[in-house]
């Protein structure tokens, strides 16, 4: 049978070596009339290559051949294929949660690695090993913030990823957290006034992201102000970390939740990516997930540990700042890998690409009659497009141009049914910009 | 080394620094392709926005430094594909390459979540199967694979449990959980808004019945119950355990962390089971990756369906399958978009592959354990003497009488070339070896195991020092996890304090 | 470890028997899709040829002993990947992550080399390009592509040459050959049907053109030069050098082994070189594997053309390229197919990442060269003091006289982390240090290196048993080499004779 | 630039440290009017994604989607994804030659273990560490014949692949060889009448193939008889190593020389492949290439190294049994890993499935009229069929059905311009084969 290292003599002699007349017999204290008396039905044995004809089969099913002007939390960015070659190494993908650190300081070096690098890039001074997603980051840093302030209202801005939104509500819903939004205005960042209306001494966390759902950045000096002056965390989501090799980190933030998920993760249909909760060093202690510390070993040499356990699941049970185990150390890894190999200027570079494709795409559509630039803020390399008809229905026609369109924003907001949420990242050719614009025309030329 | 040791040997490998350590200004390795369209002005396109500086302490290095200093990284650790790993209740099992290529097609690994249904399909059917073979396996109505672990399926589960009791009226207060129990159980139920009351195990190791009547109360949601326990024994009255629960309005919940033992030989729906998550890095064989990412599908009992988490793979009039975003008693959602997609993928590859043969891996990972524990008992306490299924959990009271406690033996095994056992937990055995080989150790591994477990028995009784200061032959020796906590030094600084590297 | 071995440490690695050590009858790993015909019956099929039992001693093995076993081999080797490799005249440089991927691409590695000419036109645009990279390159008129490696692009030019003097009436006698040349330069002359005339090296390292001048005569086919010299010296009077043998009718061939200390820089074709080959597994990076694939293309002038070996790549006059098999002058086929054309697609991938930046590479090389050789100087003797380009070659004349040996010193420097330089050649250096860090050395790998060998220096001074039992920290000692050739046990047999594995 | 590890400054530093004034001056050896003034005229640099854009659209230029029957000394097999996980770690990838055994056991022991696998397959005694292909593993092989027997006389069969007589004639040209060829009777072998003939006590060699390139098998009993009784060695040659799982091995050949492409390794286009020399004990001494021997370290441990040196160039110089220097290492470590993974029963599977589509495909294009089989010698995987017209336009008109149709005998043999050699492996799926019969019926229906 495939994967298993046992010829049928290696298990009579085990068998017989354990005193055992069968394997059903080790197996006695299962209930007689519970055990399976057939076999599972189940598709298979598939050999190795039928498993791959199957996933081919599955993958050409898929959007092949489509050119995408999607983001909305999930970006196409270039990857290298050295990222690839690192973690697929067996001492890193087979290994587990770094508990031996004498024989995982592979693992617990990378991981101080990546903290370090979340750190540069957040402005902030302490950041974790990895959180499920950064949806569950968002959700963790306010359940983070709720310990640090005692607190329990939340002034969640409605410009946060909408899904983002739902997760912190199924969390909040039995924390005992009263979740409030804050609209828009005009320029698509915060309503700073609404914001002000609503903050007051019971306010644990406000929420914001930047760029925000819309793409456009919010400032975030004034709204770290704003939530301070009445003693709420300032807490900033980070769903496009592309953009810090050019935009200002979230440094006034006091935790900042970041999807790494543009750091040499594929899209994968959207998992597996990798959430982070950066913050400053004296929160450390109510941070969720892991953390690895640098330490000596008993000769004096430098090595690293997880460190700060007493915060987790495994040591504190119910006091846990967190259930969270099991986190997304590979893709974890994959972004420092990805990281290090842009470095510095890579990452600026990069980010200067995906500003000047998406200025660049917005003069070529906003030049699509009809088409006009929805809010006037700044951005990286996500817009925000009002269309003179239902993006529904103009995505329908792109979709026979072979253009995947952009996101359809009235599905989370019923009052932007005709905004569209436009992604271009360096990924994305100058010929197809100018495609998508000229499809665009001609799907507003087409009787309704 | 000494003779004893057969499967470690010394071999010099590469010294590394922090890649922060290496960098200069000006190296360069991964470049784009040139931009092909005209550079935006940073500053007039962002405004006060624009960082008009470098990221300070940002890396500069080149791409052969990138490989030698991830690839020298990687010769530190230790991995399956090394060598036998037996964390008891981790499941380190053979994590096969072909699911890793898979997971990587064009097509598979290259999609967007918002992109249309129609353009899915191929996506949807990967789930669909998934969702049907799980089903099959746990003996449950339906499931979601959302969740992105096993504590977050842990936590989809009480909230589904919740949602149900809300649905009738009331939410209850407390879940129950064994002494036995791995940390995310208390600690998730807390996050789903119950009190944890502990039950406290038999001396045999099981749940007392007849105490459990006395605990459920109207006031209890639910029991989570991890079948295998933590002990490695199946918990025998589990159908009494359910009807107890049942009959007073309260829930079964199953952490099925330990399906290893149980896949193919029979199905929690079966034995009363209501809800329960499986970790398909464990008994599906999704690779670890030095601590995730994993996936926890959570399976359920019809009650529970209509609380199922968004968003929901349903199947269309016209045969093709779509997400369906609302439901009217959903918990909502859990984790954005579609699960660890990556990682469901790589667990149905690891289905498909067996198929029904599944059993046969159940079978050898309750036949290795038991091995490993019939050539150890002696040499090392065995608390609890039910048979045991897919692990065997020792302690160390006989090694103790010469001041030689797990964590020593758990060292000192390093040195004899395995990865460490369990020695974390179960709290309810003082000083605990859990010891989970899972069905991909050959005899051979198993042996030398057996060996190497026999060999530091003996060293404890006659050479404790010996075993009291290993590892002695890793490039670090223990490192102070004490002063780690105490004084905590979370990332490189540029003039941060620095301690010699390894010579 | 001593404190002055900052690169190296120890890390216990897994012991690994062989294959057939761990096969046991039934275990199986790779398994093939059903088949989907009837099955045939092979003593039917095959008559007398079928063979009835299965390939004794054959192994019978799961895929993760697969993985485990190969996994744990890999460990042993020293690599690229893991540092410094500075074998002199074999250019270990970095191999590119990205070469690996393209050659490995559906429509690259997929396809048959005798598939229909119009479905290969990627192929042969492949071809096409590199061959207009390396002319310009080499500023030659004409290449092949076929020649597996080195040695074999050594015959291909000698072949060449050969039938060049053929059409001119006589195929002449000798090739001359420096004594520093590498060991394929005769061994290659004398496929080629040539005597092999040693020419001396003059004491500063270079050819002697006084006599040069008498040892050409019309007996002489060619002069085979290595440029710059395995001492890693250029020839400065290679242009006359080619006068003087041209003058007389005789050729001059180019062992372009070297081409790392020279491309960007100066072409061969324009120094007077009339044939020359490339190891592209050298200057062009493709990786070593080992010991191979290699490939050794071969760049002539104009005169030499004619005679180059089939398959010849050709433009038709409808633009499409294509393969000719016939050529009336032609040497023939040195190769089955079309060349190593996995090894040529990594080439060309190597050389577009550069572009014309190859020059920098060069440079780099050569700095790295000459930046040891300045921090060397002294401590150890240095027998040729002309400049040096790629490579340095220092000798063990000052460590000789505490009895340690060039092979003393390498194995020495394993124990600091480092795989040793070249100690076999040239022949003309006695106990010769040959070391040729490359361009992809960093400064501080190369400081590293410094340090350790000024180290070793000291130690053969001070402690020299310390340098001739190393290494120290190898999972194997030195192994006895005499006792190998003496009773060669070349295979694993059943109930051979067995030592211990290594504990 | 691409792959430097220098930063500019250190650079600067590092010519500093040297004494020169700027990085020309390290080539003042090369004469001043030789060195290039301007750069070199390639094209890039170009950037890794760039590159693989360039290679997919090579790559969409060739064959995809096409089904072939071409064999012809290449075969399509199904092959392992762990394999290439092995190979392309890097300890294996990027490692030279092993001459410091100390740091190269991995290669050491993973070549050991090829000779064995070479051995148990070729029923001979001993094997080397690989040549470049089967072609000049051939020619080597009749070198090493020379060598052993001191004649110069070599009888080839005609149904030698002929590439590889090709290969062996251009090397004999110049040693003073004499290579004559014996042609094949009606049942597709070697025509042992003329062999006879031929045979004189000046003969060094018969060589011959099988499966041979009309698909069917030697006997070579009465072949090795006929050699040896005139003091001949026999060289057997073997392009399609599966058919060993099978096929009653060479063990009465004097000398084999296997192409092991079969065992693993992509056809890329034809190389690298890998050669192998199998021989008797007694003939070691004259083997060309490397071999690696078992040995003891100081401790008495098992350990690995290259051994008899005293046959290779870089010792024996012009004496050397041959000028091969590098080989082809990482192909024949790959054939280690594939055959290991298939293993005793999975060859003889492989091979068991080979014949019977062989023979399906065979029954299936016996049915359409007017094509019969040429030969009727057992065979392997290939066959020869007759057609009732020129292959070239069959081929023609089955190119235009996305099939690539069977090798062109004619191309080698004048007198086979109407015969094809069909290849049929476990990979050719059924429908595939059902297909070609089809389109081969409709070929033949077509107006010439
Ligand atoms: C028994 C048990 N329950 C729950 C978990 C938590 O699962 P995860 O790490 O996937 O969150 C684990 C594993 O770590 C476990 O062993
Ligand atoms: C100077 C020199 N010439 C020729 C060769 C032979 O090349 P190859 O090993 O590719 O056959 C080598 C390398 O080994 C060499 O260093």
């Excluded at chain 2, 009992?301 to 008693?329: C, M, S, Y």
Aim: proline share 6%; glycine share 8%; net charge neutral.
């Amino acid at each position: 049978m495939r994967y298993l290292p046992k010829s049928p003599a290696e298990r009579q002699d085990m068998l017989a070596a354990i005193g055992a007349k069968s394997i059903d017999e080790l197996f006695s204290s299962i209930p007689e009339r519970f055990r399976l008396r057939e076999a599972l039905h189940l598709p298979g044995p598939l050999s190795e290559i039928e498993v791959i004809d199957f996933f081919k089969a599955r993958a050409a099913e898929n959007s092949g051949g489509y050119t995408s002007f999607l983001g909305a939390g999930v970006y196409n960015h270039h990857r290298s294929v050295v990222t690839d070659a690192i973690i697929q190494r067996g001492e890193f993908l087979t290994s587990y949660t770094p508990y031996q650190a004498e024989i995982a300081q592979g693992t617990l070096q990378a991981i101080f690695e990546f903290q370090t690098l979340m750190c540069q890039l957040t402005g902030q001074e302490v950041a974790n090993a990895s959180m499920y997603d950064g949806s569950t980051a968002t959700t963790e840093a306010v359940l983070m913030a709720e310990r640090l302030t005692g607190r329990r209202r939340i002034l969640v801005a409605r410009s946060l990823h909408p899904e983002y939104r739902d997760v912190l509500k199924t969390y909040a819903k039995n924390s005992g957290l009263l979740v409030e939004e804050i609209g828009y205005g005009p320029a698509g960042t915060l309503d700073q006034k609404a914001l002000q209306a609503a903050l007051k001494d019971d306010v644990a966390a406000v929420v914001v992201q930047s760029p925000n759902f819309f793409g456009v950045i919010e400032s975030l000096t004034p709204l770290a102000d704003a939530a301070h002056s009445s003693g709420a965390l300032l807490v900033t989501a980070i769903t496009e970390g592309v953009s810090l090799g050019l935009v200002r980190p979230p440094a006034e933030s006091d935790i900042v939740a970041m999807e790494a998920q543009s750091f040499g993760l594929a899209p994968s249909y959207g998992g597996p990516l990798a959430g982070v909760i950066a913050s400053r060093d004296k929160f450390v202690r109510q941070m969720p997930g892991r953390l690895t510390g640098q330490t000596t070993d008993s000769e004096g040499r430098r090595g690293f540990v997880l460190t700060l356990a007493t915060r987790e699941q495994h040591i504190r049970r119910e006091k846990a700042t967190s259930n969270i185990c099991t986190n997304q150390a590979l893709c974890a890894l994959a972004a420092t890998v990805h990281l290090t190999l842009l470095g510095k200027e890579g990452l600026r570079e990069m980010a200067h690409q995906n500003l000047s494709k998406a200025q660049f795409a917005l003069g070529e559509l906003e030049k699509v009659p009809g088409v006009r630039r929805a809010f006037d803020a700044p951005f990286f390399n996500e817009f925000t497009l009002q269309l003179p008809r239902s993006v529904k229905l103009v995505n329908a026609y792109l979709l026979r141009e072979k253009i995947i369109g952009p996101f359809v924003l009235g599905t989370a907001y019923p009052e932007l049914t005709k905004h569209a949420l436009v992604c271009v990242t360096e990924t994305t050719p100058r010929a197809e910009i100018e495609r998508f614009a000229a499809a665009l025309r001609k799907a507003l030329e087409q009787p309704v | 080394m000494t003779d004893k040791i057969k499967k470690a040997t010394h071999h010099p490998n590469q010294n590394e620094g922090l890649i922060f350590e290496k960098s200069s200004p000006g190296k360069r390795a991964f470049e784009l392709p040139p931009l092909d369209v005209p550079p935006a002005d940073p500053s007039k396109a962002l405004g006060a926005a624009h960082r008009h500086e470098g990221i300070e302490g940002f890396p500069e290095v080149s791409e052969i430094e990138v490989i030698r200093h991830f690839t020298r990284l990687s010769t530190w650790n230790y991995a399956i594909d090394l060598g036998m790993y037996p964390l008891g209740s981790c499941t380190m099992k053979y994590n096969p390459r072909v699911n890793e290529f898979v997971a990587r097609l064009d097509g598979i690994a290259t999609e967007h979540p918002y992109q249309p249904q129609e353009l899915s399909q191929g996506c949807f059917k990967i789930l669909r199967l998934l969702e049907q073979c799980l089903l099959e396996i746990t003996g449950m109505d339906s499931v979601t694979l959302q969740p992105a672990a096993g504590a977050q399926g842990e936590l989809t589960g009480l909230l589904l449990i919740r949602a149900y009791h809300e649905k009738n009226g009331n939410p209850r207060k407390k879940v129950l959980i064994p002494d036995s129990a791995h940390g995310t159980n208390p600690a998730t139920a807390v996050i789903a808004g119950y009190e944890v009351e502990n039950i406290k195990s038999e001396s045999h190791g099981q749940i007392n019945v007849v105490k459990l009547r006395d605990l459920v109360t109207p006031d209890v949601a639910a029991l989570m119950i991890t079948n295998p326990s933590t002990l490695g024994i199946f918990e025998q009255r589990i159908p009494e355990i359910a009807e107890i629960l049942h009959a007073d309005g309260a829930l079964l919940y199953m952490d099925g962390a330990n399906m290893n033992a149980l896949t193919g030989i029979t199905r929690p729906g079966d034995l009363g089971v209501d809800v329960m998550h499986l970790n398909l890095h464990k008994t599906f064989s999704t690779p670890h990756g030095g601590g995730g990412p994993g996936a926890g599908p959570v399976a359920m009992k019809k009650i529970l369906e209509p609380f199922r988490p968004v968003p929901i793979l349903v199947e269309k009039e016209n045969g093709r399958l779509a997400l369906e975003q609302v439901r009217p008693d959903s918990i909502g959602r859990v984790k954005a978009f579609n699960g660890n997609f990556g990682v469901l993928v790589r667990a149905l590859a690891y289905i498909l592959a067996y198929g029904p043969g599944v059993r046969e891996a159940t079978e050898d990972a309750v036949l290795n354990a038991n091995y490993i524990r019939k050539h150890l008992e002696g040499a090392f306490d065995l608390p609890y003497s039910l048979p045991s299924m897919h692990e065997v959990v020792f302690s160390d009271a006989l090694q103790k009488k010469n001041g030689v406690n797990t964590m020593d033996i758990a060292k000192r095994l390093i040195d004899y070339g395995f990865h460490p056992y369990t020695t974390a937990f179960p709290l309810i055995v003082p000083g605990a070896l859990m010891i989970e080989p899972t069905e991909s150790e050959s005899r051979e591994e198993c042996d030398l195991f057996i060996d190497a477990m026999r060999s530091i028995a003996n060293e404890a009784a006659t050479t404790p020092e010996l075993v009291k200061t290993a590892p002695h032959t890793t490039r670090v020796r223990r490192l102070d996890e004490v002063g780690a906590a105490r004084k905590p030094i979370l990332r490189w600084k540029p003039q941060g304090s620095r301690t010699r590297a390894v010579d």
